[in-house]
T-cell receptor
Framework: QQKVQQSPESLIVPEGGMASLNCTFS?????YFWWYRQHSGEGPKALMSIFSNGDKKEGRFTAHLNKASLHVSLHIKDSQPSDSALYFC???????????FGTGTKLQVVP | NAGVIQTPRHKVTGKGQEATLWCEPI?????VFWYRQTIVQGLEFLTY????????DSGMPKERFSAQMPNQSHSTLKIQSTQPQDSAVYLC????????????FGKGTRLTVV
């Protein structure tokens, strides 16, 4: 069964700093990768997707995928207090399957 | 677009009672998912419908849990004889057809079994 692990469990970064979140998965047939953010009392909201090896940048957010290493990461540049939330990576084998979520990273951005 | 709507937002049931949770997916979305979120287990997949047909219920506890999608505008998750370990936030999500399309989550129903 696919295992999706995230590290670190929690992370504190200063405002304006860089936050780096990691996710490893176990199923080499995984094809679709998403990063979600969840604020307290809300459901997870998709931040960005990445389907090909390499980097993908959207504004302050950059995702990196290395399927051979079974690793995907998210980097948040110029972190803001509003970025404080729970972050999940989600992995699926195909477009017709469900996403399996990682264990989550709690990010706190301090002024 | 009001997003995925889940009702009620909070529900308290006594041990052994039945709980029914409701989900209204985004209009036009063909896939509906149910997940359960707890501190200990994180976000766990429960079940998935596509075009109202059950596709994958591999995450559903075999006893006491059932899900239905009687029409394209709503889905229900029913838990019979609720137990304290069923206490969790139950999340419904929907997405459109297409490769790698975005999944939209509701705000969840917090179920507390006392």
């Amino acid at each position: 069964q696919q295992k999706v692990q995230q590290s670190p469990e929690s992370l504190i970064v200063p405002e304006g700093g860089m936050a780096s979140l990691n996710c490893t998965f176990s199923d080499r047939n995984s094809q679709y990768f998403w990063w979600y953010r969840q604020h307290s009392g809300e459901g997870p909201k998709a931040l960005m997707s990445i389907f090909s090896n390499g980097d993908k940048k959207e504004g302050r957010f950059t995702a990196h995928l290395n399927k051979a290493s079974l690793h995907v990461s998210l980097h948040i540049k110029d972190s803001q207090p509003s970025d404080s939330a729970l972050y999940f990576c989600a992995v699926s084998r195909g477009s017709g399957t469900y996403q399996r979520f990682g264990t989550g990273t709690k990010l706190q951005v301090v002024p | 677009n009001a997003g995925v709507i889940q009702t009620p937002r909070h529900k308290v049931t006594g041990k052994g009672q039945e709980a029914t949770l409701w989900c209204e997916p985004i209009s036009g979305h063909s896939a509906v998912f149910w997940y359960r979120q707890t501190i200990v287990q994180g976000l766990e997949f429960l079940t998935y419908f596509r075009n109202q047909a059950p596709i994958d219920d591999s995450g559903m506890p075999k006893e006491r849990f059932s899900a239905q999608m009687p029409n394209q505008s709503h889905s229900t998750l029913k838990i019979q004889s609720t137990q304290p370990q069923d206490s969790a936030v139950y999340l419904c999500a929907s997405r459109n057809t297409g490769v790698g399309t975005e999944v939209f989550f509701g705000k969840g129903t917090r179920l507390t079994v006392v």
